[in-house]
């Protein structure tokens, strides 16, 4: 392709709101540019690279995972949406619409639903499971502050694979396939891959795993042991950690007291801090007390405390509270972790409750909320108790009256967890449960993220199979992502300098630019006859042949990033520059030789992305 025939819109400075490099970048390259809040058009030159990342995707995903390509809808009926539950579950991301007909319609944010419907209507035997597919479509979700250009777009696009397995050890099968094609992806993409323990959140489902990468502007938290062989990393989100003890100011771990509850007089005593300075104790020995307001729960709380006042709705794809709520106990030099607890409680959100809702459910604002007096479930963390024991001892809490704390608090004795469960938020310097270790944290991007969905969906969409028994049977899913937008713009992240995009072979717009000084004479000749020979070997060429000023072509080309310079000037004919983007200088080549170690140089970098 010749300069002239192309279509290149590069910026010499980019806009003010572009802040992250490769927001920047592809501004500034010509890659993409903004039609609107979250909104950006793919420009020629970025379309280039977003295919071929498509491309390896779609080979790994054919061959590797074993999976099959379709296309559904963008545009999917909300009638399969209110099927699953997700209708509502959703939230306000979810973009919905009326068609003429009044029929609710929904701008695809995820494609579970419509997978499962696709199949369902064709599924009859166990003989035809595990049936594999998978789509490379556009998705919208209406972002509250779509930001970082499309790193976090409201529209985008998606890399989707969906199996529907018989049993769950052919699920593991598929998983593991999909598992293996995800690192396979990531490597030809030159991309230092982190793999995590993660949330499932709105997906639902069991086992989960996200591929993240390393970034300083990323939106998770990772917890990481040092330990390579112990190899635990984990979203915050996830993570879990070793047991700590419990101990006083002293660092001794308090035996279990005989005492009876002792109510304290605590004037002006509302945090944390305020209470350490107060009883001259260490935070361990206090018991945290926090109201949440939890949102649309499937978990049955029938008889639990306060759990006749909620409203149950009755919904095919499962019973759930709209609205109730919890009492989380944690130890006070700890955090809540609202992911665990909302998996803990299988609600779609908790947030803390409200003034009035605290003096609703505990009789006493936050800071003097009481385990023993609280009007609703409690979920006790395991710092708290763990496995039918006590794990604090002669414990210092809120009284559930306004000004007031209690000391010589025993679990179990004073107070009995309606669940108990692991609802701590992990955090640097915490030990690894599985080496002992000492955790550390780095800032992550997820670029995919593989499901074990199990009957989720199935269920709730009333799918079934004959079996081989000839009974019918609920088929389970796995769900595979990858967010297509999000890695190319990632690649870019990792990989640019102070003049622009360095791009890695295999995703780069152009594999060579060449670049005569003038475009004319023999300069115009030996340009012409390299190009021709690239071309004729199979390379993506781009040849400038503008009539632009030699430091403009040299500061296009560095900013668009192709990985290989061959520059043709007339002071170094016969020789020819030849300079790897990545390089900080050119060598001088044979002209006659250059277009043969182009194609040589082309091939080892794509060998060692494959290798």
Same mark, same amino acid.
């Given at each position: 392709?010749?300069?002239s025939k192309f279509y290149i819109s590069t910026l010499r400075e980019a806009p003010a709101e572009a802040v992250i490099a490769s927001h920047k970048l592809m501004l500034r390259a010509g890659i993409t540019r903004k039609l609107g809040n979250g909104l950006y058009t793919y420009l020629p030159l970025g379309l280039r690279s977003l295919y071929k990342l498509e491309q390896i995707i779609r080979e790994e995903w054919n061959n590797t995972a074993e999976a099959l390509e379709f296309k559904p809808t963008?545009?999917?009926?909300g009638d399969i949406w209110k099927e699953s539950g997700r209708w509502e579950t959703m939230g306000a991301q979810m973009l919905k619409a009326k068609n003429r007909g009044e029929q609710d319609m929904v701008v695809s944010p995820t494609a579970e639903e419509?997978?499962?419907v696709i199949v369902r209507d064709g599924l009859s035997s166990y003989k035809q499971l595990p049936v594999n597919l998978y789509q490379i479509n556009t998705k919208y979700r209406d972002e509250i502050r779509p930001r970082y250009g499309v790193m976090r777009g409201r529209e985008f696009i998606m890399a989707d694979g969906y199996t529907m397995n018989a049993d769950d050890e052919s699920l593991?099968? *598929?998983?593991?396939l999909y598992e293996k094609a995800y690192f396979r992806i990531f490597k030809r993409l030159g991309l230092k891959i982190i793999p995590v323990r993660a949330d499932s959140g709105a997906m639902g489902g069991s086992g989960s795993e996200e591929f993240m990468v390393e970034s300083p502007i990323g939106d998770d938290t990772l917890i990481i042991c040092p330990n390579e062989k112990c190899g635990f990393a984990a979203n915050v989100e996830k993570a879990w950690c070793a047991s700590d003890d419990s101990v006083n100011k002293k660092g001794e771990k308090p035996s279990k007291t005989d005492l009876p509850v002792e109510m304290v007089a605590t004037p002006n005593v509302f945090s944390i801090e305020d209470m350490e300075k107060f009883f001259d104790e260490s935070p361990k020995m206090f018991i945290k007390a926090l109201i949440y307001r939890v949102i649309n729960? *499937?978990?049955?709380?029938?008889?639990?405390n306060g759990a006749d006042k909620w409203k149950r709705v009755k919904d095919p794809a499962g019973d759930y509270y709209p609205l109730s709520y919890v009492c989380v106990l944690i130890r006070a030099d700890l955090d809540v972790n609202e992911a665990k607890l909302a998996a803990t409680l299988k609600a779609s959100e908790v947030v803390l409750a409200e003034a009035e809702e605290v003096l609703e459910y505990a009789g006493a604002p936050h800071g003097f909320v009481g385990p023993i007096t609280a009007k609703c479930p409690l979920v006790v963390d395991y710092s708290v108790v763990k496995d039918g024991e006590a794990q604090m001892h002669n414990a210092i809490a809120g009284s559930g009256k306004d000004g007031y704390h209690i000391t010589h608090v025993e679990p179990l004795r004073d107070f009995v967890p309606y669940i108990n469960a692991d609802v701590r938020t992990v955090k640097e310097g915490d030990k690894c449960p599985l080496c002992g270790k000492t955790f550390y944290t780095r800032k992550g991007n997820e670029l995919g993220h593989i499901f074990k969905l199990g009957h989720k969906y199935t269920k709730s969409m009333h799918v079934t199979f004959l079996a081989k028994d000839g009974k019918?049977?609920?088929?389970t899913m796995g769900c595979y992502g990858i967010g297509v937008d999000r890695t190319l713009a990632s690649i870019i992240e990792k990989n640019n300098d102070e003049k622009g995009i360095i791009w890695p072979?295999?995703?780069?717009p152009f594999q060579v630019c060449i670049v005569p000084i003038k475009y004319n004479g023999a300069m115009k000749e030996v340009a012409d006859t390299i190009y021709e020979k690239l071309t004729k070997a199979g390379i993506e060429v781009l040849l400038d042949d503008r009539d632009e000023r030699p430091g403009v072509k040299f500061a296009d080309m560095e900013l668009i990033g192709i990985p290989l310079r061959i520059t043709v000037g007339d002071k170094n004919l016969p020789n020819v520059e030849f300079k790897p983007r990545s390089a900080a200088e050119a060598e001088l080549v044979?002209?006659?030789?250059?277009?043969?170690k182009a194609i040589q140089f082309v091939k080892d970098e794509l060998a060692k992305l494959q290798a």
């Open positions: 392709m010749k300069t963008v545009i999917v009926p419509a997978f499962t593991d099968e *598929s998983y593991k729960s *499937s978990l049955d709380m029938t008889g639990a019918p049977a609920e088929p072979m295999s995703v780069a044979p002209a006659e030789s250059a277009a043969e």
